[in-house]
């Protein structure tokens, strides 16, 4: 079980892109600790990526999201395939143009890479998600690659040539939650991820559960376009404990608010406005 998070701005959107990072770190800590990483982009910029083989607690001080950044990925990792101590295989993973993260088991990976020639991004990467970002950098059929999936998934990525794009995706067996606002949009493993950002970041949200075989492309805080896929429901596997690091999640909701506190000072924002 792993954790997943991010979000998309609008030009108007005035929320502070760092404090927004620390919060969805904070919120999704307890799913994992094997490694922990971001991806953020500004405009037509360049994906900035980076990662660590730590759990959130010890990156939550460190994370640094510039204000003209519009999206932003984050993660968690608990492995399941992929020893963490591969760098390529933690989350953000990159294949070619795309950086996604992931939630879930790709139990077809090797033969998705078989059957359609790919190479593996990095010597040694055997990380199972690198299957999903493959199959949409080569996609002109996003949908059509998402159904030769096999496993579980909830998923985002952003495409180096799609500039505006971010991409959220939910195949079978794992949570993924959205929450619109006025110029932004966020998304969670949980509806907590999506309530602690309304509670630090002084923005209300409508949140909702994104159904399974649903993909969205967001653009500037708003759903550009979605369409549905036909997940394979065949896969079975036991029940998954959501929470690996619980003393993750409690120390990042400690430092958390003690953060909030400096950056909204540095904002000019007073704790009773958030």
């Not at 982009?41 to 519009?70: N, W, Y």
């Not at 996003?142 to 040539?161: H, N, P, Q, V």
């Amino acid at each position: 079980m792993c954790g997943i998070a991010g979000y998309s701005f609008g030009s108007t959107s005035r929320v502070d892109r760092t404090l927004a990072a620390q919060t969805l770190f904070a919120a999704i800590a307890e799913r994992g600790s094997d490694a922990v990483g971001y991806a953020y982009r500004a405009g037509d910029g360049p994906i900035i990526t980076h990662k660590q083989r730590t759990g959130a607690s010890e990156l939550l001080d460190a994370v640094e999201v510039p204000q003209e950044a519009t999206q932003a990925l984050f993660h968690v990792r608990d492995y399941t395939k992929g020893h963490p101590s591969l760098a390529a295989n933690n989350h953000p993973v990159r294949h070619g143009a795309v950086v996604g993260i992931h939630n879930g088991i790709i139990a077809n990976d090797e033969e998705i890479f078989a059957r359609n020639g790919f190479q593996r991004a990095e010597p040694g990467m055997t990380v199972d998600s690198e299957a999903i970002f493959a199959l949409v950098e080569e996609a002109e059929d996003r949908k059509a690659a998402l159904e030769e999936l096999y496993g579980s998934m909830a998923t985002a990525w952003l495409d180096e040539r799609l500039p505006e794009a971010l991409f959220v995706a939910r195949g079978v067996g794992r949570p993924l939650w959205i929450g619109e606002g006025s110029a932004e949009i966020f998304f969670g493993s949980t509806l907590d991820a999506l309530e602690l950002a309304e509670s630090y970041l002084g923005v209300k949200l409508a949140k909702r559960e994104l159904a399974e075989g649903a993909a969205v492309r967001l653009e500037r805080g708003r759903i550009a376009s979605a369409v549905t896929f036909q997940p394979d429901r065949s896969f079975t596997e036991e029940p998954v404990q959501a929470v690996r690091a619980p003393d993750e999640r409690r120390f990042c909701l400690e430092r958390l608010a003690a953060l909030a506190q400096g950056r909204s000072a540095a904002f000019g924002v007073s704790a009773a406005a958030r």
